[in-house]
């Protein structure tokens, strides 16, 4: 029963994770010094991110084409976001206080909306970095393909413990179900936050931020909101156009990010998607655990004695070799990993698991959970302690600098 848990789950996670396509470069043509890409215009929601945006405002000014318009969106710094974006260029608009039953990110990007002209927007997290060309590209295939097209950011790691990302980048690429072998001929049912490109008039149509105003994990939500108004949704891998850096600030700033996303995202997955990433899981777990008993088992090597009938050691040593394997060619696509994580992977998945458990506790129980400064909660729409998303005035969390707003 075991070997077959082993077999589907690692079958499950080759499906899920098939194909990882990037944005493809547009026609080659000749671009003046100075030109702009046509009423394109760039929103960059920014809470403290006086250390990240600098990075990214000067891959933007480095653009060739630029964007007609990149406005950076205030929400109630109290570090130097706003001087930095001013002196690099931007157009800073700062946030009206926060209303009640709105997230701080949804608000930010609804703002910037709104101050934006371009007939082509784009929504930026400020810990995201463009190579050259890539605002090109990005705006390109949503010319090619229309609705909402979003770009997850090629994770840069630099640091031992960024590496517990890789379990929480692989489920949430896995839960959009874009890069299934039949992907491209489906709308994704969900969308990445970093990096999302529309027409202002297709965002409205789909009722943009403000129709996800209460919604923790906005990304996934407005994607479901552009479905609904019949508009597709694209999802590509940002290897070779953007990267990000997660969570720099240390282990805790790391835990305090997924903690927020995580359990609610799971929740908007759909079901047989969920059974698909929980058997590729269970396989994973099965097998580590297994080799790791199958080895303490082990007789000493000088006494010769008959493997016991039932031994599994050989069986959960193929096993592991063929997740390990796995692990790497998933993971070399979506970030900077290195070997250590596939190779020694028990340690990353036991990290995703514990804070899985910890998301679950704080936005399925005490629905609360802190962010950014503030303290979110994750009651349903109607809950008469609290609107949906509402972040509680007056509660402080520890402060970070982490994306997005």
Known sequence: MVGVLQVLGWLAGTWLLWRVPRCRSPLETEVEDGAVIGEVSVVVPARDEEE?????????????????????VDDHSSDATSRIAAERGATVVACDPLPRGWTGKSWACWTGAKSTDGTTLVFLDADTELEPGALARVVDEHRRRGGLVSVQPFHRTERAYEAFSAFFNLVSMMGVEAFTPVGARRSSTGAFGPCLVCSRDDYLLAGGHQAVAGDVVEDLALARQFAAAGLRVTCLGGQGTISFRMYPGGPAHLVEGWTKNFAAGAGATRPVTFVMISAWLAGCITTGAGLATALIRLRPPHRRVRRPRGDNTRRFVAGYLAYALQLRWMLRRVGTFGWWPATAYPAPLAGFLALFARSLVLTGVRREVPWKGRMV?????GSPQAAAGREVPGRRATRTSASGS
Do not use: F, H, K
């Open 377 to 381: 909660t994750t009651r349903p729409q």
């Open 52 to 72: 990240t945006l600098p990075r990214l405002l000067d891959s933007l000014r480095a653009q060739e084409p630029a964007p007609s318009q990149v406005v950076v």
